[in-house]
Structures are given as C-alpha cells and as structure tokens.
C-alpha cells in the first residue's frame, strides 16, 4: 500500500498569514494526488484534486502543487473558517489512501 | 444536485454484523462508483471499497472476506456489510462518490454515520 506521510501534524496558526501543508508518498504517484478539507462534525469536502486542480466553489487561497511523491497544499491567508484537519489521498493505485491530516488550530 | 446519505443502527454488537445503507439523490448509481470510507478515533482514514456502475466491487484487502458492497438499482441504493465486526471497527463510516477517471477522488460524500462496536 502507498503511505502518506502528512506533516505537521498540527499547526497553529494566525488569520492573515500564508500556510503549507506537506504529503510524502512512500512511492511516486505521480499527480494523482488530491486534498480534503473536514471540519468539525462535518463530512470531508475535496479541496484540490490531481494534485494543483482546483475545485470549483473553493476559494482560490487554497492551491495545490507537487509530482511524484512530495505534494503540498497552500493557503495564502489563512481565515478562522480554514480551522479543520486536511488529507491527502492517493488515487493512483488500490488500495486508495489516505494521509493521517494536518490540524489546523489557532495560535 | 448530487446527495448522499447514510443510515444504520449505531451501535452494533461484537462478533455480529454491520450493515449500512447509502441513499442516493440527484444522479443514478448505474453510473460512476460509489464507496464507503471510514474514519476512526483518532481521525484516521480508510478506504474501505466500492461498487461500480456496473455491479462489480473492489475491497481493501485489509478487510479480507469480511466486506460486502451491494446495491439496489431500483431504489438508488447501495449498502455496506462488514462481518464479525471487533471494536476495532468502531468509526465514523462515510459513503462517497468517485469518478470515472483514473487517479480518482471522492467529490460527493454523506453526512457520516457513527458507528460504535461495543457488548
């Protein structure tokens, strides 16, 4: 199975300031490599898919870029509703996987 | 639009069966894949397997031969069962729809139902 390696586990954070979120892929998968948001008591929501795609209804301070096995979500200017647990998951081979999330709370 | 919904008893004893149903709305289940994705305590993820358009199913070997996926086209159903369930299948269990292209993710999920594997 490919591992997904999410760091940091959490992060504290400031409104206003620019964020990354790191997945390690134990093995390349390649750009098939997407990113969810869950809050609190809420079902997940797919943020960037294909590693940089946006969604649409997303807003455009979340982005996505990487290939490969090392892949990174940004948020340039974080705001209090972006306060959730992040995951990657790999759809690049069975069976599907998913990161451990990152945290995001506030500092 | 498209609409998931999960129900199922909450609480399930050790040994017996879990059985889930997802209730679509707003798209046929004779098209895409439809799966099921539990989070445990913890927030640990996993894919748990799917059935696809056609009928046919694919399983995460970690659940071996205790997995089910099955459907019902007329009622624009499908349905999880898991057998022989531990505590250790104590989870949130999400329904989701994936793609068709390859590198696949899940763009529609359900509400979540808690499910909670105790005597």
């Known amino acids: 199975d490919v591992v997904l390696t999410q760091s940091p586990a959490t992060l504290s954070v400031t409104p206003g300031e620019r964020i990354s979120l790191s997945c390690r892929a134990s093995?390349?998968?390649?750009?098939?490599l997407h990113w969810y948001q869950q809050k609190p008591n809420e079902s997940p929501r797919l943020l960037i898919k294909?590693?940089?795609q946006s969604i649409s209804g997303i807003p455009s301070r979340f982005s996505g870029s990487g290939s490969g096995t090392d892949f990174t979500l940004s948020i340039n200017g974080v705001e209090l509703e972006d306060l959730s647990i992040y995951y990657c998951?790999?759809?690049?081979?069975?069976?599907?996987?998913f990161g451990a999330g990152t945290k995001l709370e506030l500092k | 639009e498209v609409q998931l919904q999960e129900s199922g008893p909450g609480l399930v004893k050790p040994s017996q069966s879990l059985s889930l149903t997802c209730s679509v709305t707003?798209?046929?289940?004779?098209?895409?894949?439809w799966g099921w994705i539990r989070k445990f305590p913890g927030n640990k993820m996993e894919w748990m397997g799917y059935?696809?358009?056609?009928?046919?199913?694919s399983y995460n070997p970690s659940l071996k031969s205790r997995i089910s996926i099955t459907r019902d086209t007329s009622k624009n159903q499908f349905f999880l069962q898991l057998n022989s369930v531990t505590t250790e299948d104590t989870a949130t269990y999400y329904c989701?729809?994936?793609?068709?292209?390859?590198?696949?993710?899940?763009?529609?999920w359900g509400q979540g139902v808690m499910v909670t594997v105790s005597s």
């Open positions: 294909y590693a940089s």
């Open positions: 059935i696809s358009y056609s009928g046919s199913t």
């Open positions: 093995e390349s998968v390649d750009t098939y």
């Open positions: 998951q790999q759809g690049n081979s069975l069976p599907y996987t």
């Open positions: 989701a729809r994936r793609g068709y292209n390859y590198g696949y993710y899940f763009d529609y």
């Open positions: 707003g798209y046929s289940i004779t098209s895409n894949y």
